[in-house]
């Protein structure tokens, strides 16, 4: 691998050469003072008096000496205000200050000139100033001082930036953030271990800004959800060239490129105590919930797919045909065929398969029509030949991304994932499953599950809860959502679990107005002088032996704080493209 390159810091007061006089301007008027200061010095030795008076004719070496002076100080004391004006300038600032400090000084020791008398004049300016400071500085920062009484909310600047250790290429990259002082772009990375959240409107730059920097750099495994095959396409030879196995399941070809397999029922081994469970969370994966009136409907689905799922995973009949198409089958058949079906999973070893195979020969023949409906219905993604050749047999194992360096990329095409998507929930279901019991093995880097479009995916209770409990355990989840409504309308009440327990959330802007509000209220309240200015007139007329006029004009201005919100729900909605909000733990938000 290449050496990452080194970033720019600047701590204290020093800074690196690269970041000083980057500015056209800075170095434009660093120069123009240096002439002017060899001029200075020329004249003060006679070398541009025996110059210019071999040249010109004449000379008046205390004439010119008063002019350039006025110029420099002139320009000088300008430019000195406008550094303690901003800021952003204080490291190049104090380096300046001191050099024209020591260079006030020696004028003043070692001219007795009108230049020397200049200086001191300054000097005693200077000193007085200082002085004066000494006593009323605090006071006069404690005026100078926002108010916080409504609230601190503030933007992260460059020093909390640098103090956090987020300003690096380490971690994961979510983009750049400009520093003022240098007028360069700097890398703003998360390095800590909980989940993390992208909130992205569609073609709003997450795949060039985030996903795709990322997965040409992670070295841990990857686990991809890829809609449309661009994540593979991109990054998959890189990966590879980064000594990854990588993995494309992509039944449909969209990528042009060799294509994975994997059979979830591989999972289900003979002899295993947690069988009948993995076989349920393979069924809870596939039977969505309807919700309302139909759960009964469900749950009896559920429980009807997972006898079958375990018949065919334990059957001697079922040697050969062990995949989710031969669980698709055994659905089609009805009458006396579907009868023999069921006597024969009496005699399996397993109570799970004998207890499906007892109930179903004691429903009514209507209530298992409408049971098998109920699973026919839910299982349709399975009649795609594709689809069902990419579940025959298994190219990987998911137990395997946390003990070698995998890359697992899962390609289905946008017009599929409505159809299918339950396609993608077996398999993220069963690879996050078998990673989060591993809890002995913890490797250098987490396993990465990035799910793109989450919420297409339906409500997957086993990435809820990962959100929750799993970080740490050599797992990292980073859900892409394209707004929060959309995990509003799935997960319910539920949908601030993947907010609260992201160490980091990225905000590219969306025009969803619940999403935005939300942001709004994340940004916080700050506290900002608010400046009101009255103007009253009064007209007095006198009617006596002499008519008299008079008129009174007041002017009264009045400063005081007042609430803001840092960030108004319509300034978020007009984000531009290339901006985004970043919110990690324990900072102030962060412009990049």
């Known amino acids: 691998m290449t050496d990452k390159p080194k970033i720019p810091r600047i701590n204290g007061g020093s800074f690196p050469p690269s970041a000083f006089l980057k500015n056209k301007t800075e170095r434009f008027i660093t120069g123009l003072f240096l002439g002017l200061f060899g001029m200075i010095i020329a004249a003060q030795t006679g070398v541009l008096d025996s110059l210019l008076h071999t040249r010109l004719g004449h000379y008046a070496p205390d004439l010119t000496m008063y002019r350039v002076s006025v110029v420099l100080i002139s320009g000088a004391i300008g430019f000195v205000i406008g550094w303690l004006i901003v800021p952003a300038k204080d490291p190049l600032r104090q380096v300046t200050l001191g050099v024209m400090l020591g260079g006030l000084i020696a004028v003043i020791i070692l001219d007795h000139g009108q230049l020397g008398w200049m200086g001191a004049a300054i000097g005693s300016a200077i000193a007085f100033a200082v002085g004066v400071h000494y006593w009323t500085g605090g006071l006069m920062d404690k005026i100078r001082q926002t108010p916080n009484t409504f609230g601190t909310a503030a933007w992260a600047t460059i020093a909390e930036l640098m103090q956090a250790s987020v300003l690096t290429l380490e971690g994961f990259v979510l983009g750049y953030v400009q520093d003022p002082s240098s007028q360069t ?208 047999r298994s190219d990987f194992r998911f137990e395997d991304l946390k003990t070698k360096a995998m890359s697992v990329y899962l390609v289905l095409p946008a017009d599929k994932l409505n159809s299918h998507e339950r396609w993608l929930r077996l398999l993220i279901q069963q690879a996050l499953t078998v990673n989060a019991r591993n809890i002995e093995q913890t490797p250098d880097k987490p396993v990465l599950f990035l799910l793109d479009e989450m919420p297409a995916l339906g409500k997957l209770t086993m990435v809820e809860q990962a959100f929750g409990l799993m970080a740490g355990f050599g797992i990292q989840i980073w859900g892409i959502c394209q707004d929060l409504s959309q995990l509003k309308r799935i997960y319910g009440d539920g949908w601030e679990t993947f907010v609260s327990n992201a160490g980091m959330i990225q905000y590219f802007g969306s025009r969803d107005n619940m999403t935005a509000e939300y942001f709004s209220k994340l940004c916080g309240v700050t506290t900002v002088w608010d400046v009101s200015t009255a103007l009253a007139r009064a007209i007095g007329v006198s009617n006596g032996q002499h008519t008299s006029h008079s008129s009174t004009t007041t002017d009264t201005e009045s400063v005081s704080g007042k609430q803001r919100k840092l960030a108004y729900a319509d300034e978020l909605m007009r984000l531009p493209d290339d901006h985004q909000l970043v919110f990690i733990e324990n900072m102030n938000p962060i412009k990049a």
């Not at 298992?368 to 069902?388: E, G, K």
């Open 185 to 392: 772009s700097e890398p703003l990375s998360y390095t800590g271990v909980r989940h993390l959240l992208t909130i992205a409107s569609n073609r709003s730059g997450k795949g060039t800004s985030a996903i795709i920097p990322n997965l040409l750099r992670y070295a841990g495994s990857v686990l991809v959800v890829d809609p449309k095959g661009e994540n593979a396409m991109i990054t998959a030879k890189c990966r590879k060239a980064l000594g990854q196995a990588v993995y494309i399941i992509d039944p449909w070809g969209i990528t042009g490129m060799a294509a994975a397999c994997f059979n979830p029922l591989d999972w289900l081994v003979a002899g295993d105590v947690d069988i009948s469970d993995n076989a349920m969370l393979l069924a809870d994966a596939i039977i969505m919930a309807s919700g309302g009136d139909e759960r009964f409907w469900d749950e009896e689905a559920k429980a009807l797919l997972l006898g079958l799922i375990l018949y065919v995973a334990l059957s001697k009949d079922e040697d050969g045909r062990r995949h989710l198409g031969r669980v698709s089958d055994l659905l089609l058949p009805d009458g006396a065929e579907l009868n023999a079906l069921f006597k024969n999973m009496l005699a399996s070893p397993n109570h799970v398969v004998r207890s499906t195979g007892a109930r179903c020969l004691q429903k009514e023949e209507k209530l298992l029509s409408n049971v098998m409906a109920s699973v026919q219905a839910q299982t349709h993604f399975l009649d795609s030949p594709r689809l069902r050749e990419s579940l025959s």
